[in-house]
C-alpha cells in the first residue's frame, strides 16, 4: 500500500522535489528526516512502486527514485527493467544501502544509477544530492559529446573587459620573463615549451589550457601508477575501499611529483608556468579569477556528481580555494569543491578583486611538494 507523506524538518536551501521512494528497513528513518519541500511517495514493495510508476503520465512522474537495496538483488533487476522503458529511461534513481556491499555496489555502477549511498551518513548530503541532480538534470552533458556541443557562457562585460585589459598589459610587461623561461624549458629537457591540454571551463565549454611545460614527455600517461602521491586522496576510507577510493577521488596533485623537471620544480614553485594562461584569459577561454579549469578525466567525475555547479561560474587562473588554501597543506577535497560551488554563485567584480590581491602573497609562500 503506498502512501504520500510530506516530510519534516528545517532546511534553508532546498527545491520543491517529487521522491517515489521503496524501503521498509533502516533507510525509512532517513527518509523522516528529509525537509518538508520534499513530497515522498512512499511504497513498501518493488511492486507498489511498479503500479504507482505506470499509472503516471509523463507530467506526472516523480523528479527522483530512492530505493533501498535488498538481500536478493531484485531492486537491481527492477532498475534494469524500467531503464527499458523510454518513459522512465531519465529518471534520476538512487540508492541506498544498509550496509556495504561491493556487489551492490558493482550492480549499481553497471545500471548507472545517479548515486548509491551506504548508511550511515549525513543526511544533509543526500539533500545537496538530490536538489542538484533535479536542478542540473537537463545540463549535465556527457564529455563524448561536448566537444561538439554549441554550450556558450558569456562573462559580465565588466568582467570581460577588465579581464582583457589586464592580461594584455600583464604579456606586455612579462614579455622578457616569458621569452627567457621558453628559451631555459628547451635547454633544461627534451620536449616542447608549451604544454597543452584539454580542459573543461565555463558551462562546460572544452578548450586548449597553456602552461610552460615543467614535467617530462608523457607524463600524463603515468597518473594512474603514481595514484598513491595524490594529494587529495582520502586517507580516511577504510582499506576494503581503496582501490574504489583511487577511481572515485576527482581532484589529482600529486605529492613530490617523479615527473617533474628540474627547472620545472623552480617554474612551479614560483608560478611562472601558469603565466601562458595570460592568452587564455585573453582569448576568452578563461577569467583572470575563477574556478580552476579540469582536465577532462577530472571532470568526468563531476558530470554526475552534485558539485558540477562549479562549471556554471567562470574559469580563471586564481580562484577562492588557493586563497583558503594558504597554509593548509591538505585541504580536503570536499572543502575544494565546495569553495568553487561557493564562488559560482556569489563571484562579483569586487569579490574578484579581493581574490586578486590576496593571491600575491599566496604565490610568494607557496606550497613546496
Not at 30 to 53: G, R, T, V
Request: include cysteine.
Amino acid at each position: 500500500m503506498s502512501q504520500i507523506i510530506k516530510q519534516g524538518g528545517d532546511t534553508n536551501t532546498v527545491h520543491h522535489l517529487s521522491i517515489a521512494y521503496m524501503g521498509t528497513g533502516s533507510t525509512s528513518l532517513l527518509i523522516k528526516e528529509l525537509p518538508s519541500e520534499f513530497f515522498i511517495n512512499k511504497h513498501h514493495a518493488l511492486e507498489e512502486l511498479q503500479d504507482y510508476l505506470d499509472n503516471q503520465s509523463i507530467l506526472t512522474l516523480p523528479d527522483v527514485i530512492l530505493i533501498e537495496t535488498d538481500s536478493e538483488g531484485k531492486c537491481f533487476e527492477f532498475i534494469e527493467k524500467i531503464k527499458k522503458n523510454p518513459l522512465y529511461r531519465e529518471l534520476i534513481i538512487v540508492l541506498i544501502a544498509s550496509e556495504r556491499d561491493k556487489a551492490w555496489k558493482a550492480s549499481a555502477l553497471k545500471l548507472k544509477v545517479h548515486d548509491f549511498y551506504v548508511m550511515p551518513f549525513p543526511v544533509e548530503h543526500l539533500i545537496e544530492r538530490l536538489n542538484f541532480l533535479v536542478k542540473f538534470k537537463l545540463i549535465r552533458p556527457q564529455l563524448s559529446v561536448l566537444e561538439n556541443s554549441d554550450v556558450i557562457y558569456k562573462l559580465p562585460q565588466m568582467k570581460r573587459l577588465f579581464d582583457v585589459v589586464v592580461s594584455a598589459i600583464s604579456i606586455i610587461v612579462l614579455a622578457p620573463v616569458l621569452i627567457l623561461t621558453a628559451i631555459l624549458i628547451r635547454l633544461d629537457s627534451k620536449g616542447p615549451i608549451i604544454y597543452k591540454s584539454r580542459r573543461v571551463g565555463t558551462g562546460y565549454n572544452i578548450f586548449d589550457f597553456y602552461k610552460f611545460r615543467s614535467m617530462r614527455v608523457g607524463a600524463d600517461r603515468q597518473l594512474e601508477d603514481l595514484s598513491d602521491l595524490n594529494r587529495y586522496k582520502n586517507d580516511e576510507t577504510p582499506e576494503e575501499e581503496a582501490d574504489d577510493q583511487k577511481k572515485r577521488t576527482t581532484f589529482i596533485k600529486l605529492v613530490n611529483d617523479p615527473r617533474i623537471t628540474r627547472f620545472g620544480s623552480f617554474i612551479r614553485r614560483t608560478s611562472i608556468d601558469e603565466l601562458p594562461q595570460l592568452f587564455n584569459v585573453l582569448k576568452g577561454d578563461m577569467s583572470l579569477v575563477g574556478n580552476r579549469p579540469l582536465p577532462l578525466y577530472e571532470a568526468e567525475m563531476l558530470t554526475s556528481n552534485d558539485w558540477s555547479q562549479r562549471f556554471m561560474g567562470p574559469a580563471g587562473v586564481t580562484g577562492l580555494w588557493q586563497i583558503k588554501s594558504r597554509g593548509k597543506k591538505d585541504i580536503s577535497e570536499r572543502e575544494r569543491k565546495k569553495f568553487d560551488n561557493f564562488y559560482a554563485t556569489k563571484y562579483s567584480f569586487w569579490f574578484d578583486f579581493e581574490i586578486l590581491i590576496k593571491t600575491l602573497p599566496v604565490i610568494l609562500h607557496k606550497e613546496k611538494f
